[in-house]
């Protein structure tokens, strides 16, 4: 496993943890008698960003073998395809949001405004979730470990 | 539908140059050992530079590693290259 896939596992966990974090918040807006304690929910956001803080950290300053390249065309290749699919990705999931709220409330119904960083933030996460999966798919596939 | 394979000898190249491992033909010609695997598996076709470099590290032409079959493929070469990663 090279650094890409390790950087690509560590953003899908962390991504996948943010993007359920941010639903719950949004269920909380939208159900009523569901809101989370006020210090509860920043001390879970605090935790997530401390973990991602950290685990970025140990990213960039983690070593891969100095027999082989940090990338070569190959893993270019990938992490370009991977970029096109979460850009797609972003681009369905804001015509998503600018569509479903309209349907959802109806042309007079109304959202918090807090709801929409909310939504925004989700969407930029699943974005690097959609990246961390096209990565993950393409190394899979057709590498098999033999020597 | 693209008909267009490109088939190697890599594998048996490297046996034939003193059982080369992947990783030191990899370290020869700059790749990683996972694209090395992926090629010799035909599931990457490379650059042409990168052809060139691989043949060379056989001495040998880009022609006798690698071969490029429209169409139907002879039943011993390797599985043909596709186009992606």
């Known amino acids: 496993m090279n650094r890409t896939q390790k950087c690509a596992w560590f953003t899908l ?26 210090v509860g929910l920043v001390m879970s956001w605090l935790w997530l960003i401390l973990l991602f803080m950290v685990g970025s950290l140990f990213l960039v300053f983690y070593r891969q073998s100095q027999a082989e390249p940090a990338a070569d065309e190959r893993d270019r290749l990938i992490k370009r395809n991977a970029v096109l699919a979460s850009f797609i990705g972003v681009w369905i999931l804001l015509a998503m949001e600018t569509v ?20 925004n933030t989700a969407i930029l996460f699943t974005a690097m979730l959609v990246y961390s999966v096209a990565v993950l798919v393409q190394y899979g596939r057709g590498v098999e470990n033999e020597q | 539908m693209n008909n267009d394979h490109i088939s190697n000898q ?25 694209t090395i695997i992926a090629i010799e598996a035909g599931k990457y076709a490379p650059s042409l530079p990168l052809a060139f470099r691989i043949a060379r590290a056989f001495n040998a032409s880009v022609e006798s590693v690698f071969q490029y079959q429209n169409g139907e493929m002879p039943s011993d070469a390797v599985k043909p290259a596709s186009q992606g990663p």
Do not use: K, N
């Open chain 1, 13 to 38: 966990g962390i991504s996948s943890l943010l993007i359920l974090f941010l639903a719950f918040v949004l269920r909380s807006m939208f159900v009523p008698g569901d809101r989370m304690a006020g």
């Open chain 1, 100 to 119: 479903l709220p309209r349907r959802l409330a109806g042309d007079a119904g109304s959202i918090p405004v807090a709801a929409l960083p909310i939504i």
């Open chain 2, 10 to 34: 890599i594998r048996r190249l490297r046996f034939d140059h003193g059982e080369m491992t992947q990783q030191q033909l990899a370290d020869t010609v700059g790749v990683t050992r996972q």
